[in-house]
């Protein structure tokens, strides 16, 4: 059973800063390694994905902002989230796969495994 753990959502303010975590069975044979997000009431939206050799994607909302980066000695990706905003409060999802397209174009259909989510509020 291929599964993924996401660690470290919370509660802060606007402006402090986060550090996502995710790990899990799926890591050591995927290409593409993900961050996606919901919020209440809205749909599921991509945030960064990163590649095997490090090359990034990032929605335009957290450019600047967010960076994902991938430990492939220890399976880990990392979020980490600065300058966070009110509307960044989501349940924050980790994802892995192995469509280039999935990476490209932060299509979250092209993920097939995901972890159970980990709730970000900022107020």
């Known amino acids: 059973h291929v599964q993924l753990v996401e660690s470290g959502g919370g509660s802060v303010q606007a402006g402090d800063s986060l550090r996502l975590s995710c790990t899990g069975s799926a890591y050591s044979f995927a290409r593409y390694w993900a961050w996606f997000r919901r919020a209440a009431g809205k749909e599921r939206e991509g945030v960064a994905t990163?590649?095997?050799?490090?090359?990034?994607r990032y929605a335009d909302s957290v450019t600047g902002r967010f960076t994902i980066t991938y430990d492939s000695a220890k399976y880990i990706t990392y979020l980490q989230m600065n300058s966070l905003k009110d509307e960044d409060t989501a349940v924050y999802y980790c994802?892995?796969?192995?469509?280039?397209?999935?990476?490209?174009?932060?299509?979250?259909?092209?993920?097939?495994?995901w972890g159970q989510g980990t709730q970000v509020t900022v107020s």
């Open positions: 994802a892995a796969g192995s469509s280039w397209a999935g990476w490209s174009f932060l299509r979250a259909d092209q993920f097939p495994y």
């Open positions: 990163i590649d095997r050799y490090g090359g990034t």
